[in-house]
């Protein structure tokens, strides 16, 4: 379901439309998310800092991991485990199973931007409060593999592969 970008929107959500919206970076991020159980709003936040020219230490990976963890398994987690349960469900028809599917994405897809703002405003209060947990590099490529390495190592599965690592970040460069 392509999502239309809000102007108004903070760059986090608009570089995640662009991104997520490119050929070949949803199959690696559910990839990665599948490897080592990341979630993929902080793949893509690693991404995005990492684009910036920022790198986030460990701790202010954790930091941010922390911060919207509650919100990912409580809302996020549950909507799209409703959304795929639908999906081919054959208890009712077809058309209002789909019609209801695709509200509830509608509602991911909402609930995902609403964690994404949560991340948005730490990093502003991170680079105020705590600008050691975010440091400046200026090779933007080593920065977004760094980040990803640093959220998928908080992960419950741990380190992902530098395989899917390296393709994500050459498809979001």
């Not at 490897?35 to 990492?50: H, I, P, R, Y």
């Not at 020219?53 to 398994?73: F, K, L, N, P, S």
């Not at 599917?101 to 991911?108: C, F, L, S, T």
């Not at 931007?113 to 975010?134: C, K, N, T």
């Amino acid at each position: 379901m392509p999502i239309q970008p809000d102007p108004d929107a903070h760059p986090f959500w608009r570089f995640s439309l662009d991104r997520y919206g490119r050929s070949g970076v949803p199959p690696v991020c559910l990839e990665i998310q599948d490897e080592t159980g990341s979630d993929v709003n902080l793949l893509l936040f690693g991404l995005w800092l990492g684009s910036e020219g920022w790198c986030i230490t460990g701790a202010g990976a954790a930091r941010c991991a922390e911060a919207v963890a509650a919100w990912h398994a409580e809302i996020v987690r549950p909507l799209r485990a409703v959304r795929r349960r639908l999906k081919g469900w054959q208890v009712c028809p077809d058309a209002p199973r789909e019609t209801l599917r695709a509200g509830i994405q509608k509602w991911e897809i909402e609930a995902e931007r609403l964690e994404q703002d949560m991340l948005f405003a730490l990093y502003e209060g991170l680079l105020v409060a705590e600008p050691a947990l975010v440091e400046a590099d200026p090779d933007r490529a080593a920065a977004m593999a760094g980040n990803l390495d640093s959220f998928a190592a908080l992960a419950p599965k741990g380190k992902g592969a530098a395989e899917p690592r390296d393709k994500l970040v050459a498809l979001c460069l």
